[in-house]
């Protein structure tokens, strides 16, 4: 499907038919008085603000609810007279209170050099869900397939058909809201967003508008060890499904919109299923709202409800900034950043941003600030600017004719919710319980399959740990001992897997930790044999390329190559004493005060004895032997027990 670009289409409000002839022409004629009544409401961003900017429905209070009760009647019944002149009254209602905020902020916010602001940065994201078809119809969407071969006569939008929604899309919505603490509505509604664009067949999205399906939610968000850590709880407003529009390739020029000669309109994407989830204006910078978005990933990831992939588009953000000075209640203009393929390219696009309105505010220029869409661009590592928004376009939402209200129940809710698998948040807890460091649970927790590895790997304890369990109640050991020992285990399996596994695994290029030839109760046999000291971490790490070239057993290698630790105190006392004896001098000089020779002696020690001597008892040796002849009691004081 070819479509000439002779004229702008760039946005629903062309009014050029030219390119368009018989359907937009029509299309218009027939809008055409609708169109007007609502540009002259336009003042109130009606509609769409309502539910796409929480902040500013926080900053204007009681013009906020006014807005609201005003767009519940303009839905409702936009064509009586009585709820004209209701509009009408609201409007300047608005435009006054708006005035009188602005200039008592002036009075009370003058903006110097000196002036400090916050930002406010929400995120809207679309996340594609994994069905196995559309949402309203039995077409199935395959990433990257032929253009225009996954269509039908309902996502092309041809008269006559009827949308019939797929269960698939609400169980894989309602698990996403359960997931971010969402209360799910049980009674929802679908409603039509008119806009007119190339790659939207219908000439409407199937959307919710009023009545979302998931809404008032939360997300515990920890940040990256390496970006300084620490946690933040992000609000989720709403969370509601609807479906995707088509894709346009531009061709020609330098295939840019702008510059494109036309462009060609593939329909596969059309009509697949999305989740939009909101949140408030929580976040304070670019670092919050990458981990937030990571977050989201691993979740919509472990419940299999989308694959999340940035670059494919099936998880989209975009994120709304505007900065104003500390203290000021109206909000500043807000700016919309999209296009970031990478959580890293987002927080650095944000935090852009946000010094970019500050610079502009602080030097006088505030109104360079316009409402627009900027588009970050990588290689400059800067916002510019896409497309400025010449008042917001209003969609006259209505509620869909076709499609009855969704009811989810609540026993379907709580069937879902019994179904769940464990979430990131949840494993975090656990991991933290069995004492892991927070730089490995992120590592580990990236990727759900080393979790599933992982866990595999302590499992193997209960089989193994047998022998040595039943010694140890023999010998009486109580409990806390053997939590002790667990969590040590836990630490020093966590400890090689993140670390000298992950990298085998990375450099071998293999799918994941399980197709690795040492089997999970392989490494467990591994760690467990450096966490009882039989052998070092040394004689670990120097074993371990061949234990991942071929697998097998520790155990096996270690007795093979004679590797086990030298735990016996007579056998350390005679290496330590023939090393005193064969360096008489600096043993001399050790006791004279240079105490620093105590690494030299403690290398020979080990040079002696092929690195297999147990640490501690060594230490405990060799101390009592170099201290031994000295003068001083109180040098005692330094032999470690
Ligand atoms: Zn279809």
Known sequence: MQIARSASSSSSSSSSSSSFPARNATTFARYQPLRQSFTRYKKNELLREIF????????????????????????????????????????????????SNETDDRKEFPIDARTEFEPTIGIETHVQLLTKTKAFCACAYVYGERQNTLVCPICLGHPGTYPKLAEDCVLK????????????????KF??????????????????????????GSLKVQIPVEEGGGECVIGITRAHLEEDAGKLNHVGGSGNVSTATHSLADYNRAGVALLEIVTEPDFKNGKEVAAYGQEL??????????????????????????????????????????????????ARAIDFEIERQEKLYKAGRGEEIVQETRTWDDQNQC??????????????????????????????????RKEMPELPNEIRER?????????????????????????????????????????????????????????????????????????????????????????????????????????????GKDILPELLKNGGSARALVDEKNLSQISSKEEILKICKTVLSENKSQLEDYRKGKTKLKAFFVGKCLALSGGRLNPSITDEILMSLLNAESNSDDDSDTIIK
Not at 174 to 179: D, E, M, N, P, T
Not at 384 to 409: I, Q, W
Not at 437 to 455: A, R, T
Not at 470 to 486: A, T
């Open 383 to 416: 916002t510019v600017s896409m497309r400025k928004k010449e008042g917001l376009a209003d969609y006259r939402y209505f509620p869909e004719p076709d499609l009855n209200p969704l009811v989810c129940t609540k026993k379907f809710v709580e069937r879902v």
């Open 191 to 216: 409603d039509r967003k008119q806009y007119f664009y190339p790659d939207l067949p219908k000439g409407y999205q199937i959307s919710q508008f009023d009545e979302p399906l998931c809404e008032h």
């Open 173 to 188: 919505a309602v698990q996403i809201g359960l997931a971010l603490s969402c209360d799910i509505n049980e009674r929802s």
């Open 52 to 99: 796409f900017s929480a902040e500013e429905r926080r900053g204007r209070g009681n013009s906020a609810r006014t807005q609201k009760r005003f767009s519940s009647s303009a839905s409702a019944s936009a064509s009586s007279s009585k709820t004209e002149q209701q509009k009408q009254k609201a409007v300047l209602l608005l435009t006054k209170q708006e005035q």
């Open 431 to 539: 991991f933290k319980k069995l004492g892991l460091p927070n730089g490995d649970i992120q590592v580990l927790i990236e990727d759900e399959n080393l979790v599933k590895f992982y866990d595999e790997i302590l499992q193997s304890s209960s089989s193994s740990s047998k022998s040595s369990s039943s010694e140890e109640d023999e010998e009486g050991k109580d409990n806390n001992n053997n939590k002790k020992k667990k969590v040590n285990i836990a630490r020093q399996v966590a400890n090689w897997l993140t670390n000298d596994l992950l990298a085998f695994v990375k450099t071998e290029k293999l799918d994941s930790a399980f197709d690795l030839k040492l089997k999970p109760k392989e490494i467990y046999e591994f760690c467990l044999l450096i966490e009882t000291n039989e052998i070092s971490g040394k004689i």
């Open 297 to 346: 990933r691993r979740i919509v990831r472990y419940l299999k409800a989308s694959d999340g992939n940035l670059n494919e588009g099936s998880m989209r953000c975009d994120v709304n900034v505007s900065v104003k000075p500390v203290g000021r209640k109206r909000f500043g203009t807000k700016v919309e950043v999209k296009n970031m393929n990478s959580f890293n390219a987002m």
